[in-house]
């Protein structure tokens, strides 16, 4: 699991995987505990909670995970928005708080 910030969306004007249909594809990049890139490269993530951009989440990056949390044993998944973030506190200090983001 991983923290990330949503930067944008993915729009496919055709459906070409029955387990994607009507679900929504989010532009994730994944960050350190303390708000930085952990890399240039951000990935397409499956959005399971309704987040949009803006928002820093929880990320699954596992694929059998993503297949049990869509209820799609054969499913071509492996990485699912699955949570919001309020705050991140790391050694005692709060470094993320979605309140103060705002």
Same mark, same amino acid.
């Given at each position: !699991? !991983?923290?990330?910030?949503?930067?944008?969306?993915?729009?496919?004007? +055709?459906?070409?995987?029955?387990?994607?249909?009507? @679900?929504?594809?989010?532009?994730?990049?994944?960050?350190?505990?303390?708000?930085?890139? &952990? +890399?240039?490269?951000?990935?397409?993530?499956?959005?399971?909670?309704?987040?949009?951009?803006?928002?820093?989440?929880?990320?699954?990056?596992?694929? =059998?995970?993503? @297949?049990?949390?869509?209820?799609?044993?054969?499913?071509?998944?492996?990485?699912?928005? &699955?949570?919001? &973030?309020? =705050?991140?506190? &790391?050694?005692? @200090?709060?470094?993320?708080?979605?309140?103060?983001?705002?």
């Amino acid at each position: !699991m !991983m923290l990330a910030d949503v930067i944008g969306t993915v729009v496919s004007p +055709s459906e070409q995987v029955p387990a994607l249909e009507g @679900r929504v594809l989010l532009v994730v990049r994944p960050l350190t505990p303390g708000g930085d890139p &952990v +890399s240039a490269k951000p990935r397409v993530a499956i959005d399971t909670i309704g987040a949009g951009v803006g928002d820093r989440v929880l990320v699954i990056d596992e694929g =059998n995970s993503g @297949r049990q949390i869509l209820g799609a044993p054969d499913a071509p998944v492996k990485t699912l928005v &699955v949570g919001f &973030v309020d =705050n991140v506190e &790391v050694g005692g @200090r709060l470094v993320y708080d979605h309140a103060e983001a705002l």
